[in-house]
């Protein structure tokens, strides 16, 4: 993991202090204090692109509906082909597994 060289006091706060969030609302006021807007759609946009290669999308479709770039969209696809797994993790709690729910 890349960010292990972060590891530290001051990401296990910002962790912890995401994780203490309650709801929606409160999220929305955490990060519109701590990201600048470019920052947070930036954000945003990475995830919908990491749900639209899930799904199969064409970089130009993604390029066209998100407004992400080549790059952007190289560097997630990479992601999901040999990162984490995290951001499948998290679409799939949020969205939930089309596939396996296809197979039921």
Known sequence: ??????????????????????????????????????????????????????????????ETETGASTATISRVKRCLNYGNDAYTMALERVHGNKESEEVE
């Open 1 to 62: 993991m890349q960010i292990e060289k972060l590891r530290g006091k001051e990401l296990d706060q910002l962790f912890q202090s995401i994780l203490s969030l309650k709801d929606l609302e409160e999220c929305y006021r955490f990060f519109d204090d701590l990201c600048t807007v470019n920052e947070i759609q930036s954000l945003a946009q990475r995830l919908e692109v990491a749900r639209m290669l899930r799904e199969g999308n064409t970089y130009h479709k993604i």
